[in-house]
């Protein structure tokens, strides 16, 4: 199972951003999907999350601007972002825990970053 995260790039102060994020392997029933973000030179923070019934959360510097969704027949999670602020330039990375169901095995898998700069 991987991730493919997509999306990212360079957007003035004010500007906007979707970020996807598909799971690969059908067989990967997944539960939670995250999205999580590092800037240099800081820790790597929880953005927003995702459950498979739609329950979601967000830090609260993004609420109000981010809205997480997902398509769980497309395995997929978008992070929508707009007013986006110089502190918002990071690297972006999915993260996604589920059962491979053939196997009946707990996964945890992490997407490559994609990365968001945001010039003022």
């Known amino acids: 199972v991987q991730l493919q995260a997509s999306g990212g790039g360079l957007v003035q102060a004010g500007g906007s951003l979707r970020l996807s994020c598909t799971a690969s392997?059908?067989?990967?029933?997944?539960?939670?999907m995250v999205w999580y973000r590092q800037a240099p030179g800081k820790s790597r923070e929880l953005v927003a999350a995702i459950t498979k019934s739609g329950y979601t959360n967000s830090i609260d510097s993004v609420k109000g601007r981010f809205t997480i969704s997902r398509e769980n027949t497309k395995n997929t999670v978008y992070l929508q972002m707009t007013s986006l602020k110089p502190e918002d330039t990071a690297t972006y990375y999915c993260?996604?825990?589920?059962?491979?169901?053939?196997?009946?095995?707990?996964?945890?898998?992490w997407g490559q970053g994609t990365q968001v700069t945001v010039s003022s």
């Open positions: 392997g059908s067989d990967f029933d997944i539960n939670r």
């Open positions: 993260y996604a825990e589920g059962i491979v169901v053939q196997q009946y095995k707990y996964l945890e898998v």
